[in-house]
Nanobody
């Protein structure tokens, strides 16, 4: 079973930056075999795909609302991936979740990642951006 542990959330002022990390572990877990993603959720709304990267370090996708401000990256040798968030806005306030999928079916990092297409999840980390 895959275990994902997130860190790096917190509270910042608008215009500030945060870097989220997600460390994966489990029997035979190797990040390079998984598509990876970051989602966020605010109360009363559906979980929103923020960014994803295809298995093997392939193509990346970003939600329009974060393009040019957020960057997804990974360190496959440490089974860790990141979300660098710059120029944060109050609308970015949410619980952020990391997710991975072994891609046994259609590639989940396609057009726009959706929560139901990713198999394993982190516990979530709160990001709060004050104006």
């Amino acid at each position: 079973q895959v275990r994902l542990v997130e860190s790096g959330g917190g509270e910042v002022h608008a215009g500030g930056s945060l870097r989220l990390s997600c460390v994966g572990s489990g029997p035979s877990f190797f990040l390079n075999y998984y598509s990876i993603a970051w989602f966020r959720q605010v109360p009363g709304k559906e979980r929103e795909g923020v960014s994803c990267m295809r298995r093997g370090g392939g193509s990346t996708l970003y939600a329009d609302s974060v393009k040019g401000r957020f960057t997804i990256s990974r360190d496959k040798d440490r089974n860790t991936f990141f979300l660098e968030m710059n120029n944060l806005k109050p609308d970015d306030t949410a619980v952020y979740y990391c997710a991975v999928d072994p891609v046994r079916g259609p590639e989940p990092c396609y057009i726009r990642p959706t929560a139901e297409d990713f198999a394993s999840w982190g516990q979530g980390t709160q990001v709060t951006v004050s104006s």
